[in-house]
């Protein structure tokens, strides 16, 4: 079992940055796919971005490419997003989520609490 924490969310202005942290117990961290996911209101959650367990392979959605960055410190079991150039449209509640299969997209075990990003027009 996993326990993810997100944190690092908040209220920005259009254009500026955020970065979130997920922190994960246990020990097989290193071994997992993490990935970063959304969901606003009234719409599905959403894919984000996800990194493999190697930290060599990095998957984006169209819609953050460029803009956004994932990353992983194994050491401290912390997987990051960096958010840069934020919109409106990118407020949503984001949440981090852990895979066994390690490659960081397609189908995932764990699930974070949720982190609230709102950006302002």
């Known amino acids: 079992q996993v326990q993810l924490v997100e944190s690092g969310g908040g209220l920005v202005q259009a254009g500026g940055s955020l970065r979130l942290s997920c922190a994960a117990s246990g020990r097989t961290f290193s071994s997992y796919g993490m990935g970063w996911f959304r969901q606003a209101p009234g719409k599905e959650r959403e894919f984000v971005a996800g990194?493999?367990?190697?930290?060599?392979?990095?998957y984006y959605a169209d819609s953050v490419k460029g803009r956004f960055t994932i990353s992983r410190d194994n050491a401290k079991n912390t997987v990051y997003l960096q958010m840069n150039s934020l919109k409106p449209e990118d407020t949503a509640v984001y949440y981090c989520?852990?895979?066994?299969?390690?490659?960081?997209?397609?189908?995932?075990?764990?699930w974070g609490q949720g982190t609230q990003v709102t950006v302002s027009s």
């Open positions: 989520a852990a895979q066994r299969s390690g490659m960081g997209y397609g189908e995932f075990d764990y």
């Open positions: 990194i493999k367990w190697s930290a060599g392979s990095t």
